[in-house]
Structures are given as structure tokens and as C-alpha cells.
Nanobody, 127 residues
Framework: QLQLVESGGGLVQPGGSLRLSCVTS???????IAWFRQAPGKEREGVSS????????HYVEAVRGRFTISRDNDKNTVFLQMNDLKPEDTGVYFC?????????????????????WGQGTQVTVSS
């Protein structure tokens, strides 16, 4: 069974940076990985995704130009570098694994397209 574990969250001031990591384990896996976030009282939303070999990436408009997704398949890890953080970036960040890369190309973040989820890591942006 595939497992995903997020880390790297924390408390940061507006304008600061954080780097989140998502490590996969438990079974050999190759496929798209996406980051989601859920703010208090709001629905979970897709943030960014990356294809199996990193050749395709997608960002939602709210984070484009500030966040960068990357992956190191030798280390079974996907990263989300978050710069110029804003209070509205606050939330629990989850990574999830998809069965194919197609969703990355079209920015498909529907939950039923992802078969495995991590437990999340808290990101708080506040002065």
C-alpha cells in the first residue's frame, strides 16, 4: 500500500518561505503527485501538481509565480517551495498520488482522481 508523508510546515511571517516535502513509501510508485490545501472553514483545493518524471507541472492561479513544485524520484520525494507567502496561504497542506499524468496537463484536482493521501502538514502565515 502506498503511503505519503508530508513535512516542512510551520509558522512563517508574510513574505517568508517554506519548503514542503512529500515522501512516498510502501510500494513502488510512479505517477503524478499533487499538493492540496485546506484552510479553516473552507473546502480542500488543489494547489500544484507534477507528472511522473517532472516534465509537466501545473499551478493554480493563486500560487503561480510564488510556488515551485519539483520531485526527486531517487528519493521518492516531491517538494513544494513556497515563497512570498501570504496569510491566505494558511492551511493544512496535503500531498496525493494520482494514477496517471493526464490530470497534471489539464489541472484536474478532482479528489476521486487521487488514490492515496497523506495526513497533512500545517502552514500558518501570520505576523
Amino acid at each position: 500500500q502506498l503511503q505519503l508523508v508530508e513535512s516542512g510546515g510551520g509558522l512563517v511571517q508574510p513574505g517568508g518561505s517554506l519548503r514542503l516535502s512529500c515522501v512516498t513509501s510502501g510500494t513502488s510508485y510512479s505517477g503524478a503527485i499533487a499538493w492540496f490545501r485546506q484552510a479553516p472553514g473552507k473546502e480542500r483545493e488543489g494547489v500544484s501538481s507534477i507528472s511522473t518524471h517532472g516534465g509537466n507541472t501545473h499551478y493554480v492561479e493563486a500560487v503561480r509565480g510564488r510556488f515551485t513544485i519539483s520531485r526527486d524520484n531517487d528519493k521518492n520525494t516531491v517538494f513544494l517551495q513556497m515563497n512570498d507567502l501570504k496569510p491566505e496561504d494558511t492551511g493544512v497542506y496535503f500531498c496525493a498520488a494520482a494514477a496517471s499524468d493526464f490530470g497534471v496537463i489539464v489541472g484536474d484536482y478532482r479528489a476521486d482522481e487521487f488514490h492515496s493521501w497523506g495526513q497533512g502538514t500545517q502552514v500558518t502565515v501570520s505576523s
